[in-house]
């Protein structure tokens, strides 16, 4: 039987999953989990919270991995795309031109 969750409850899950991982602790979890719970959070108008989330695990990850990882990389464009919602673009830009950078 496939139960279909609604929004809530996979933003939900998703904070639960990537708060269990380590995010926030010094842990790297899975890019895919953070990135997801950032999109869903985005989809919703959560931008406060998706800085947040996408912020810590950026550091976490650059400190583990280093400036130029992939995933580092991609959560500085998806930042990017945050900051262009908020109408942020001199924060856009900063974020583009660092993506780039690596």
Do not use: P
């Amino acid at each position: 039987m496939i139960t279909c969750l609604t929004k809530s409850e996979l933003i939900e899950k998703l904070r639960d999953l990537v708060k269990r991982a380590g995010v926030g602790r010094g842990e790297c979890c899975d890019f895919d989990d953070v990135h997801s719970l950032g999109c869903q959070l985005s989809d919703n108008g959560e931008y406060e919270e998706v800085m947040e989330v996408w912020e810590r695990h950026l550091a976490e990850r650059t400190k583990v991995l280093g400036e130029d990882n992939k995933d580092a990389l991609g959560t500085l464009m998806s930042l990017g795309i945050v900051y262009k919602e908020l109408k942020n673009f001199e924060k856009r830009l900063e974020y583009y031109e660092r993506a780039l950078k690596g």
